[in-house]
Nanobody, 115 residues
Framework: QVQLVESGGGLVQAGGSLRLSCTASGSIFSMDNMGWYRQAPGKQRELVASITSGGTTTYADSVKGRFTISRDNAKNTVYLQMTSLKAEDTAVYYC?????????WGQGTQVTVSS
């Protein structure tokens, strides 16, 4: 059974930085594509950034130049470095792992940016 555990969320002032981590267990992490999604109150869950098993990255337009996704296969962990945070980045951030035959989600971590 795959488990994804997110950490690193919290309260930060606008303009500040946070780094989210998602550690996986129960899978061959190096084969997983990984992503960060977020869901703000009253809104749909949206893709923030993703990184494939081969290291190709994708970003939402709203975070390009501010957020960086990376992975450490030796630690079974994917990171989301967030800088220049804005109030509109406030949301629950979820980690997602997927292959062609399965999708798994973490439980989420709250990020709150005060303006």
């Amino acid at each position: 059974q795959v488990q994804l555990v997110e950490s690193g969320g919290g309260l930060v002032q606008a303009g500040g930085s946070l780094r989210l981590s998602c550690t996986a267990s129960g899978s061959i992490f190096s084969m997983d594509n990984m992503g960060w999604y977020r869901q703000a109150p009253g809104k749909q869950r949206e893709l923030v950034a993703s990184i494939t098993s081969g290291g190709t990255t994708t970003y939402a337009d709203s975070v390009k130049g501010r957020f960086t996704i990376s992975r450490d296969n030796a630690k079974n962990t994917v990171y989301l470095q967030m800088t220049s945070l804005k109030a509109e980045d406030t949301a629950v951030y979820y980690c997602k792992a997927w292959t062609t035959w399965r999708i798994d989600w973490g439980q989420g971590t709250q990020v709150t940016v005060s303006s």
